[in-house]
């Protein structure tokens, strides 16, 4: 069972709908971040927050805002989308190892995703 | 700049068969960490097994085990003993730390694997 949990787990919304996906974790890990994922390709990577910090935008459309009000909660608030953002997007949490010798420790697990549509 | 790829988009297997899903690497660095995830249709990203570049012994986790040949820059997935509910998308991926903390995964682009009776 993931200890990854995100809401809702499918959302319809139109181009000037305003929403917000959520995502928890309760692993006391200190890393978390956002993917997105097409059907039949890799997650690609948006966003990555360590102690509730922004350390990477991965060049993401403004549309998509993250925010991480604690180190157990991470949102995406989602405004103006386009029917080309309908995707899973996956919400994931890892401990925080230090750069340099690679481990383990540092795994990420992910939560169910949230199915989006945008009409 | 890190590279993963995975050469087989599909693959099908006998139920109670052992399976191998390929993986080659790319890297510079010297320390590096591979991890497998397998993703069934409802879209969970479930973690399998990770490897070390330094571990001196392949991992294996239960019915799931590794195949680390660092000259090669191979890690295979090895699944013995198939399932039906071992259907799914497999994803090879390595691991980059990040100097603000947290990683970076690379992901190949998956291996579909089907377990048929």
């Known amino acids: 069972d993931t200890e990854v949990t995100q809401t809702p787990k499918h959302l319809v919304m139109g181009m000037t709908n305003k929403k917000s996906l959520k995502c928890e974790q309760h692993m006391g890990h200190r890393a978390m971040y956002w993917y997105k994922q097409k059907a039949k390709k890799p997650p690609e990577l948006m966003f990555v927050y360590s102690y509730e910090k922004l350390s990477i935008n991965e060049s993401v459309p403004s549309r998509f805002s993250p925010e991480c009000p604690n180190s157990s909660l991470l949102n995406l608030h989602l405004h103006a989308l386009q029917p080309e953002d309908s995707a899973l997007y996956l919400c994931?949490?890892?401990?925080?190892?230090?750069?340099?010798?690679?481990?383990?420790?540092?795994?990420?697990?992910f939560g169910p995703g949230t199915r989006l549509t945008v009409l | 700049a890190q590279k993963i790829t995975q050469t087989q988009p599909g693959m099908f297997v006998q139920e109670k068969e052992a399976v191998t899903l390929d993986c080659t690497y790319d890297t510079s660095d010297q320390s590096y960490g591979l991890f497998w995830y397998k993703q069934p249709s409802s879209g969970e990203m479930i973690f399998l097994i990770y490897?070390?570049?330094?571990?001196?012994q392949n991992a294996t986790e239960g019915r799931y085990s590794l195949n680390f040949q660092k000259a090669r820059k191979s890690a295979n997935l090895v699944i013995s003993a198939s399932q039906l509910g071992d259907s799914a998308m497999y994803f090879c991926?390595?691991?980059?730390?990040?100097?603000?903390?947290?990683?970076?995964?690379?992901f190949g682009t998956g291996t579909q694997l089907k377990v048929e009776l």
């Open positions: 490897q070390g570049s330094y571990d001196e």
């Open positions: 994931a949490s890892s401990q925080v190892f230090p750069s340099g010798r690679a481990s383990g420790v540092d795994t990420q697990y």
């Open positions: 991926a390595m691991r980059e730390g990040l100097t603000g903390g947290g990683n970076k995964l690379t």
